[in-house]
C-alpha cells in the first residue's frame, strides 16, 4: 500500500512542491513503494535557501545565546525520543536496516549524538576567548569569537539516514547556522520528520528547510551564491563534483566520502574475534558502510586459518526481509547498487581473485534487492576489488609477511577512513596504528568508535573536515577577532 507524503518544509511550515513530479520511495526488501515525495524543482530549492537567508540575516537564530539555542535544541532532542519507534519503522522499511541495526545504530546512536550536543557540547563550548594583553607601545587587549558560518546546505547519503542527517543538523543548528537539509533521494522519509518536530520545539521559521529531490535539487545548493557552507555525505566521485560546483563562490566545503579501510590481523591475534569482526563489517548493512572495514590484511602465517574461518561464519548469516526478526543482512539500496556491485564482484573474477564464499543473489528471494555476502580471496592489492569501494558485502583477504609489509598494504589506498588492528601485543598494535593514513583506526575492535567525543573524518580521498560532537560543531563557525586599544 502507498503511503503518499506531498510536503518539503520551508519558511517553517509543510508545503507543497510547485513542481508536478515526485519520487517513489521503495522498500528494498520487496520492491513496493511506501511513499512518495515531491522532486523538488529548482524554484523550490531557492524558496529554501532564500528562506534560510532571511533567517540568518534578519533572525533571532545566529545571535541568540547558546544556552538558549540549547533549550530548543533540547526540546527536538525530546520530540525525537517520542518518535523512537516510528523511526526505527521507518529505517527498516525505507533503508533495509535489520531492526538490531536500526534500534542501535540507525536510530539510538543519532539519538544520543543529538541530546549530546545540545546537553554538553554547545552550552560548554567556547565562543568567546579573551586575548592576552599587549605590552608596549601599541597597548591593548581584544576576544576571539566563534560566529554562526551562515547558510548551510546538508546533503545526506542514504546508507545511514537519520544518523547522517543528525551528524550535521545537529552541529549546524548548534552553531547558530541556518540550513537547507537534502536527504537522499531513495531514503527521504526520516528527514521529513524533522521538519515537524521542529514546529513542535518553536526552531524559528526559515532556520530549517527541507527539500527532497535528485542531483538537480543538490546542484542548485552547491552552486548558489546565498549558501555559505555544503556539507555532503556520499561517494568520492560525486565529492568531486560538490566541490568543484562550490568552487566559484568559495564555499566551506565539509566531506564526508568513502572508505576501503583495511583491517590488519596481526599472527598473535584472537582469530575468533578477528573473523567474528571480518563477517561483521561484511554483512552491516549490507556492506554499505564507508567506514566499514572491507579489505582484511592477514599475516601470511593465518591465511588459510582465517579465511576458513571468516566463510564458516558467512555461512550462517541469514539474508532476508529485514523485517523478519531471524534475519540478519538485509537488502541493498537499489537495483542499480546491486548492478554496480555485482559488476565489481564480475571484475574481481576477470583480474584472477578466487570467491572462497558467495558471489551471486540468495536462493528463494526473487523480490528485493539482494546479492550474497560475498568474500575474495587470491587477491592483489592493485586489484579493482582491493581498491574500489564497493558499497555492498563484500570484502577480501590478502596475507601480508610482516607489520612494515602490512602498513605498506594498508596506506596503499586512495582512502583513508578507518582501520583496525588486531594483535595480542598491545604496543605492537598502537605502534602499527599510528602509521595507518586513517582518520579512525581501533585496536581489537576499539570501544566508543561510535561516540561523540570522537571526532570522525577521513584523509586523502576519504574527506575533508571532521563530525561528532565538538569536531563537528567547529566545522559550522567562523573565527573573527575584535581588538582594541587600552591606550
Not at 546565498?226 to 563534483?241: H, I, P
Request: with cysteine; net charge negative.
Amino acid at each position: 500500500m502507498t503511503s503518499t507524503t506531498t510536503s518539503l518544509f520551508i519558511d517553517g511550515t509543510l508545503c507543497d512542491g510547485t513542481g508536478t513530479e515526485t519520487l517513489d520511495v521503495l522498500n528494498p526488501a520487496t520492491e513496493e513503494v511506501i511513499a512518495q515525495v515531491p522532486q523538488a524543482a529548482a524554484r523550490d530549492v531557492r524558496m529554501a535557501i532564500e528562506a534560510a537567508r532571511r533567517a540568518f540575516d534578519e533572525g533571532p537564530w545566529p545571535t541568540l545565546h547558546p544556552r538558549e539555542r540549547a533549550k530548543v535544541l533540547l526540546r527536538m532532542a525530546d520530540a525525537l525520543e517520542e518518535r523512537r519507534t516510528e523511526l526505527i519503522d521507518l529505517n527498516v522499511r525505507e533503508a533495509g536496516s535489520t531492526r538490531p541495526l536500526a534500534e542501535f545504530l540507525q536510530v539510538g546512536i543519532p539519538l544520543e549524538h543529538f541530546r549530546d550536543m545540545a546537553e554538553r557540547v554547545l552550552p560548554a563550548f567556547d565562543f568567546e576567548r579573551g586575548v592576552r594583553p599587549r605590552i608596549g607601545r601599541d597597548l591593548g587587549q581584544g576576544v576571539v569569537l566563534r560566529e554562526p558560518a551562515g547558510v548551510a546546505a546538508l546533503v545526506s547519503a542514504y546508507n545511514f539516514p537519520l544518523l547522517l542527517n543528525v551528524m550535521k543538523l545537529a552541529p549546524a543548528l548548534a552553531a547558530g547556522c541556518t540550513v537547507v537539509l537534502k536527504p537522499a533521494p531513495t531514503t527521504p522519509l526520516e528527514a521529513l520528520v524533522f521538519g515537524e518536530i521542529a514546529q513542535e520545539a518553536g526552531l524559528p521559521p526559515g532556520v530549517l528547510n527541507i527539500v527532497t529531490g535528485d542531483a538537480e535539487a543538490g546542484r542548485e545548493l552547491t552552486t548558489n551564491p546565498m549558501v555559505d557552507l555544503v556539507s555532503f555525505t556520499g561517494s568520492d566521485t560525486v565529492g568531486r563534483l560538490v566541490y568543484e560546483q562550490a568552487a566559484p563562490s568559495l564555499k566551506k566545503v565539509v566531506l564526508e566520502l568513502g572508505g576501503k579501510s583495511a583491517n590488519i590481523v596481526c599472527d598473535d591475534a584472537d582469530l575468533v574475534a578477528a573473523s567474528s569482526a571480518v563477517v561483521t563489517n561484511m554483512v552491516t548493512q549490507a556492506g554499505q558502510g564507508c567506514a566499514l572495514l572491507t579489505r582484511t590484511l592477514v599475516h601470511r602465517s593465518r591465511y588459510e586459518e582465517l579465511v576458513s574461518m571468516v566463510s564458516q561464519g558467512l555461512a550462517g548469516i541469514v539474508v532476508g526481509d529485514p523485517a523478519d526478526p531471524s534475519t540478519m543482512m538485509g537488502p541493498l539500496i537499489s537495483a542499480a547498487q546491486r548492478e554496480k556491485v555485482e559488476s565489481l564482484i564480475g571484475s574481481g573474477v576477470a583480474q584472477g581473485a578466487s570467491i572462497a564464499f558467495g558471489g551471486g543473489r540468495p536462493a528463494g528471494l526473487d523480490r528485493g534487492f539482494f546479492v550474497e555476502p560475498t568474500l575474495f580471496v587470491d587477491v592483489d592489492n592493485s586489484m579493482e576489488i582491493a581498491q574500489k569501494e564497493f558499497f555492498g558485502p563484500v570484502g577480501v583477504i590478502i596475507p601480508f609477511d610482516d607489520d612494515d609489509h602490512a602498513v605498506r598494504l594498508a596506506n596503499d589506498s586512495d582512502f583513508g577512513l578507518a582501520g583496525n588492528v588486531s594483535a595480542a601485543d598491545p604496543v605492537r598494535a598502537y605502534a602499527i596504528a599510528k602509521r595507518i593514513r586513517a582518520g579512525t583506526v581501533s585496536i581489537n575492535g576499539g570501544g566508543g568508535s561510535v561516540s561523540p567525543h570522537v571526532p570522525f573524518g577521513g584523509y586523502k580521498q576519504s574527506g575533508l573536515g571532521r563530525e561528532w560532537g565538538e569536531a563537528g560543531l567547529e566545522e559550522y563557525l567562523q573565527t573573527k577577532a575584535v581588538l582594541w586599544s587600552a591606550g
